[in-house]
């Protein structure tokens, strides 16, 4: 088989990607692959200079994969000049009906950097138009084997649930074991969740409801296994008997413990959107066997809505940095009331997890006090909102980083526009035939028509989808830097005094971050402006209101030489 040459010595890359069924049904085994791929690299005259092997599904980018990346960035750093694989379906098997066109989309952003893909059974994969509608073609094939096998899978477990079987299949709740197409309670485990949620409602010993926490803690103290371990499911990064407050938390909002299965939470995926979740209503429900009584079930549900109407009417101090700042241990910082003061904590320091297993989560970072910590961020924002040139220059670079990572989204949106230029003309070439055409010719160009009007739609909905992707994947485009700079002005003439969303408002735009790690704040911003670390001791928030006015009176000085000398 011909294949085109580039000047010098050509270098591979063989790709092979397998899932568990395709071994086992089609002989799609890794070495079968790489064997046949050696094969074809030899005989075409390439040198192979990588191999690499995914056990992983195709319906993600190969750059999304992880030794699909390692092979597509040997191509993109120019480091191999052919990406050889078994079949399209080894590179791409579209999730939906329209996602196909990923395929021709690879091939024309790899030719632009002089890049080729081989498969064994077509061999260079071309860009003319003609070429882009095969591989399309290919990928749409792999595809429709996917959701065929996807839809048989679908059906028979539907029809399971309509006869009132339970699903054995994946992990059953905590408190059951699988039997027989049906729950089983597991009265050891049962014993557990019976207490979690007696404790949860009426409390212990004629002690007031525990929180979700406080049970949390007392499992572990306890020694009480927890889901993971009772199940032998994954390897524990806690010690023994540690429970999870989420554990404990999905424990007492699951409505199986009260005797109602419900089957089918996850709606259909859409490409370039999240899996939405079906409405209750919408979900097959299947009875089984209850651990606690609906009224208890109910009890804990109720009690759980008023905390959350408490906390919100409790919720009575405003924190600049909420979800912006961590701790040196990497965990969240939260802000708390402490005595008098707002003050910014560790979340493990308030953990179950530090008074129980100590040794192990060990972070001794004292609290930061919020005011001190708030004005010195803030003085780090005005500094740079403040000063237009470095302002300006260090928008721009970030600016220019992020179109960068946009690229293969514009290349992507490129391509698609070029194909649905084919589709026009391709139209127009069909329906000038129609005209005069007859019999089973016409049906022939009919059927063709509605190829290409489908073909059309998919492809101008995913343009359409692009342009919204870029247009909101652009956070620092010129209309934030016009708001940031319309603020700096507001700013510098006195007309505006900042109020909490407007403070917060611009710590998003430009993605200020916050460390804490022994007594200093390391703060940065999505600027490319080198962060900047900051004593937090006593004492020190005059410092730096001080150097923070030191900075103004500066800035003004040399604002007004430079419009002396405009003058």
């Known amino acids: 088989m011909e294949i085109d040459t580039l000047n010098g010595h050509k270098r591979a890359v063989i790709y092979a990607r397998v899932s568990t069924d395709e071994q086992a049904t089609k002989g799609y085994s890794l070495p079968t692959q790489i064997e046949a791929c050696e094969r074809y690299a030899h005989d075409n005259g390439l040198e192979v200079v990588g191999v690499f092997k995914d056990d992983y599904t195709g319906t993600s980018p190969i750059e999304s994969r992880p030794e699909g990346r390692k092979a597509y960035e040997m ?11 078994y ?16 395929m021709p989309i690879l091939i024309r952003g790899l030719a632009k950097l002089n890049k080729a893909i081989h498969t064994l ?38 029809r399971k649930v309509q006869e009132g079987k339970v699903l054995g299949t994946g992990k059953p709740p905590y408190g059951y074991t699988f039997s027989k197409d049906s729950l089983v309670i597991n009265e050891a485990e049962a014993a557990i969740v019976r207490m979690i949620y007696q404790w949860y409602v009426y409390g212990e010993n004629d002690e007031p409801p525990m929180t979700d926490y406080t049970i949390t803690r007392k499992l572990s103290a306890m020694g009480i296994p927890t889901p993971g371990e009772s199940r032998a499911r994954h390897a524990r990064i806690r010690g023994s008997s540690m429970w999870c407050y989420a554990t404990t938390r999905h424990i007492l909002i699951t409505e199986t413990y009260a005797g109602v299965l419900r089957f089918g939470r996850n709606g259909t995926f859409h490409k370039g959107e999240k899996r939405v979740k079906r409405p209750k209503n919408a979900l097959a429900v299947l009875n089984v066997f209850p651990i606690v009584s609906p009224e208890l079930w109910d009890a804990a549900q109720a009690r759980r809505e008023r905390n959350k109407q ?23 910082m939260t802000g708390r009331f402490c005595g008098e003061s707002r003050r910014y904590r560790c979340h493990s320091d308030s953990s179950f ?16 006090n919020a005011d001190v ?34 690229a ?24 000038a035939a129609l005209k005069r055409a007859k019999g089973i010719v016409l049906a022939k160009l009919e059927a063709d028509m509605d190829s290409v009007n489908n073909r059309y739609i998919k492809l101008t ?25 319309q603020f700096r002005a507001d700013v510098i003439e006195g007309l505006k005094h900042p109020t909490f969303d407007d403070k917060r408002l611009y710590l998003d735009l430009l993605r200020v971050t916050v460390k804490v790690k022994d007594g200093k704040a390391v703060i940065g911003c999505a600027l490319p402006i080198e962060p900047i670390e900051v004593d937090l001791s006593a004492g020190k928030l005059t410092l730096v209101l001080q150097r923070g006015a030191r900075g103004k009176a500066h800035r003004t000085k040399n604002e007004k030489m430079q419009g002396a000398r405009c003058k």
């Open 373 to 406: 910590l708030e004005a010195v961020v803030w003085q780090y924002v005005l500094d740079i909102l403040t000063d237009p040139i470095r302002f300006e220059a260090e928008w721009r670079k970030a600016q220019a980083i992020e179109q960068d990572a946009l």
């Open 353 to 368: 997890i530090k008074g129980i297993e100590h040794d192990r989560f060990n972070c001794h970072e004292k609290t930061a």
């Open 121 to 158: 059974d077509r061999g260079q994969l071309k860009t003319d138009f003609a070429s882009l509608l095969i591989a399309m073609l290919d990928a749409k094939g792999a595809g429709d084997e996917r959701r065929k096998i996807i839809e048989r899978t679908t059906r028979g477990r539907n």
């Open 75 to 85: 191509l993109s750093s120019n480091q191999a000049d052919v990406f050889i694989a």
């Open 87 to 102: 079949r399209i379906d080894r590179i791409v098997r579209p999730p939906e009906d329209g996602d196909e066109w990923d």
């Open 310 to 332: 408490m906390s919100a009417r409790n919720s009575k101090h405003e924190y600049l940095l909420r979800s912006l700042i961590t701790c040196g241990c990497g965990c969240k």
């Open 461 to 485: 909905d995913e343009r359409d989808r692009l342009l919204v992707e870029l247009q909101t994947g652009a956070r620092l485009d010129e209309g934030a830097l016009s708001r940031a700079l």
């Open 408 to 431: 293969p989204k514009r290349d992507r949106l490129e391509t698609i526009r070029d194909l649905i230029k084919h589709c026009e003309q391709e139209a127009n070439e069909t329906a």
